[in-house]
C-alpha cells in the first residue's frame, strides 16, 4: 500500500475557511465583496466551478443570505461572508434562517466600526451583534477562531452545526486570524466527521414539516423532492402555516431554543492552558487569545500562578464552564478588541465570585502580549 504523505501547506485564515467549507460540503455561495472578508468570495469564485458548485456575486449583502437561504432550502449546503457593515444589513435574514429552521453559514470577518469605522483594521465588536443582531428571542451558535487551522477546523464544524440543528450558524473571525498566513496540515476530507441535514423516512403523504421527531429538529427534505412543506417567517404550525394560537406558538419557540440547549454539554469548546493552578485566569478568544497564551507563559517564568481559557464557541455562552473557573480563581481579566462584550457575559454569570477585570482597546490595533503581560503583573496579588 502506498504510503500517503500529508504535506505542510501555507494558508491565509480566508483561504483556510474555504478549505473548510468546501470539505463540509458547501456547493453554494452567494456574497458582495467587503474587506477584510473579500478573499472568500474570491477563492469561492474560482473553487466553486471545480467542486461542482454554484458561485454567484450578488447585488448586496441582503440579496447575498437571501440566495444562501433558498439554495440551502433546495439541499445545498450553502454559505456567506461579510464584515460589519453586510453583517448588519443580514439581520433580517438571519431571523428568517432562525424561524424557518434554514440551515446556513455566515462569516463576519470583523472590522473596526461602527458604520464604515476603520475597513482594513481589525476589531472584536460584533460579538453582541452576533447574539442579538436580529429581532425576537432567537437561539444562535456562533463560534469564533484564534488560528488559521482552527478558522478551518470550526468553519467545518459551523456546517456540521446547522446541518444538525437545522439553523444559521456564525463564523466571528477577526481580521488578523483571517489574514494571517500559518503552516497548516490540512487532514484528508474521509478522516473528518461530516454531517448531514435529517431527512424525512416516512412518505411525503405522511410527512409533517415541523412535527418534532424527539430530537427537536424535525426531518428536512430538499425543494423538488416531492415532499410538500410551506415556508415562512411567521410563527407557524406543524404543517409550516402562519398561525397566532398560543398553544402552536409557544411550543414552536421552545422547541427552537430547546433543540440547541439540550445540548449545551456538547458545545462547551475551548483550550485551557496552565489552570490547574492559576490565581489569575485569562478569557479571551480570536487573535487576543494568541496573544494571552503568550503572556501567560512569560508570566509563568516569573512565577506568576496564571492560566488561560480559549474561547472556541461564544454563543451559546459556557455558562458551566465559566462559572467552574470564576469559582476556583482570585482574578480574572478579560482582553478584547471592544469596550467590552464577552466580559459582560463573565460578569454577569460570576456572582461575585471572583474579581472580573478588563483590558479594551477600540482603536485598530491589537493588544500585545506585553500589554496584558503588564496588566496581569498590576492586578496579580
Avoid at 149 to 156: A, R
Avoid at 315 to 332: D, E, H
Wanted: charged share 20%.
Amino acid at each position: 500500500m502506498r504510503k500517503v504523505v500529508k504535506k505542510q501547506v501555507l494558508l491565509q485564515g480566508n483561504e483556510a475557511c474555504v478549505e473548510g467549507a468546501l470539505m463540509a460540503g458547501c456547493r453554494f455561495y452567494a456574497g458582495y465583496p467587503i474587506t477584510p472578508a473579500t478573499e472568500i468570495m474570491e477563492i469561492m469564485a474560482e473553487k466553486m466551478p471545480e467542486t461542482g458548485g454554484v458561485f454567484i456575486q450578488m447585488e448586496d449583502e441582503i440579496a447575498s443570505l437571501g440566495a444562501v437561504i433558498g439554495a440551502s432550502l433546495a439541499g445545498m449546503k450553502s454559505m456567506t461572508a461579510t464584515s460589519g457593515p453586510g453583517f448588519s444589513l443580514m439581520q433580517e435574514h438571519i431571523g428568517f434562517a432562525g424561524m424557518a429552521e434554514v440551515p446556513c453559514v455566515i462569516v463576519d470577518v470583523m472590522r473596526a466600526g461602527p458604520s464604515t469605522g476603520l475597513p482594513t483594521q481589525l476589531s472584536q465588536g460584533d460579538v453582541m451583534q452576533a447574539r442579538w443582531g436580529t429581532h425576537g428571542d432567537h437561539p444562535i451558535i456562533v463560534l469564533a477562531p484564534s488560528s488559521v487551522y482552527e478558522f478551518f477546523e470550526l468553519t467545518v464544524q459551523a456546517f456540521n452545526l446547522s446541518e444538525r440543528y437545522r439553523t444559521p450558524v456564525i463564523l466571528l473571525v477577526d481580521e488578523v486570524v483571517a489574514h494571517m498566513r500559518e503552516g497548516v496540515i490540512l487532514p484528508a476530507k474521509n478522516s473528518l466527521e461530516i454531517e448531514e441535514r435529517p431527512h424525512p423516512t416516512v412518505p411525503p403523504e405522511w410527512y409533517i414539516p415541523y412535527a418534532d421527531p424527539g430530537t427537536g429538529v424535525p426531518p428536512m427534505p430538499a425543494f423538488g423532492d416531492g415532499y410538500r412543506y410551506h415556508v415562512t417567517g411567521l410563527y407557524h404550525d406543524v404543517r409550516g402555516y402562519p398561525t397566532v394560537r398560543t398553544d402552536e406558538v409557544e411550543p414552536l419557540i421552545h422547541r427552537l431554543f430547546t433543540k440547541i440547549s439540550k445540548d449545551f454539554d456538547r458545545l462547551q469548546w475551548f483550550d485551557a492552558f496552565e489552570t490547574e493552578d492559576a490565581r489569575v485566569t485569562v478569557i479571551a478568544y480570536g487573535c487576543v487569545a494568541r496573544a494571552a497564551h503568550r503572556a501567560v507563559r512569560q508570566a509563568r517564568e516569573k512565577g506568576l500562578k496564571v492560566g488561560l481559557i480559549k474561547l472556541k464557541i461564544l454563543w451559546p455562552f459556557m455558562r458551566r464552564t465559566i462559572s467552574g473557573i470564576l469559582a476556583n480563581s482570585q482574578k480574572v481579566l478579560v482582553p478584547e478588541l471592544n469596550v467590552g462584550q464577552i466580559s459582560r457575559e463573565v460578569k454577569r454569570v460570576n456572582e461575585s465570585r471572583c474579581e472580573v477585570v478588563t483590558l479594551n482597546k477600540v482603536d485598530g490595533t491589537p493588544i500585545k502580549p506585553a500589554e496584558i503581560l503588564q496588566k496581569l503583573g498590576e492586578i496579580y496579588s
